[in-house]
Structure formats: C-alpha cells, structure tokens
C-alpha cells in the first residue's frame, strides 16, 4: 500500500503523523501542503472518497481562516466556491491529509490511522 499524505512540515500534528507511519513502517510520498496544495479535481476526489462533510477539510484553527473570516462566510458559499477556496491556499486545508487512493484520512487521531492504514 502506498500512501500520499498531504502535510506541512512545521505543523506539529503532521510531524506525529508521519512518525506514527515512519514507526509502523508504512512507506508514504510527502507533499508539501502550501508548496502543492491539492487542485479542485484532487480536492473533490479526496472529499468524495473520505465521506466527510467539506467543512471538515478546512483548518479552522488556522490564522488565514479567522483573517478571511470563514466562519461566518462558508455557510452562503457553495460546495464549488469552498473547494476552490481550499485549493487556493494550501494554509486554508486540515492536515495532514492522507489517501491511498481509496481511503482519505484528514487530520491525525492515532486509532483512526490504526484502523484505516494497518489493516
């Protein structure tokens, strides 16, 4: 199985992820969240496949979210104006986000990564 995760390296929840994987010795591709963020395309993907509400996607613990007040705006927006939204800035998305195609994950709670990767 081969993971792609979607992190950004001074996050501090990424790094537990991708040691908890590193320990686990499931091999991943790391893609810089705000260097790459995902297209549209890879965020509707991503969306569809984790079952997840598209608020779930957004890091509203992040400092760009409060600045654009997303709070408030995200409920008139629509699903289309959200994702090009996330995949505007990579700052804006939850992360880590890891798939393998199949299954998406989004942030890092350890038993959800046990359950989803190592089974």
């Known amino acids: 199985m081969s993971l792609t995760i979607y992190q950004y ?3 501090g929840t990424c790094r537990k992820a991708l040691k908890w994987l590193d320990e686990k ?3 991943y591709e790391s893609i810089h969240i705000v260097e790459q963020p995902p297209t549209q395309e890879q965020l509707k993907t991503l969306i569809d496949k984790s079952g997840l509400d598209i608020k779930k ?3 509203t613990s992040g400092m760009k979210y409060r600045e654009l007040g997303l709070k408030d ?3 008139d927006m629509s699903d289309d104006e959200k994702i090009e939204l996330l995949a505007s800035d990579g700052m804006l998305i939850k992360r880590p986000i890891a798939t393998d195609g199949d299954k998406v994950t989004v942030g890092f709670k350890e038993e959800t990564f046990e359950q989803t990767w190592t089974s």
């Open 9 to 11: 390296p001074k996050c």
């Open 57 to 59: 996607f957004f890091n």
């Open 25 to 27: 010795g499931i091999e």
């Open 73 to 75: 705006k995200l409920k």
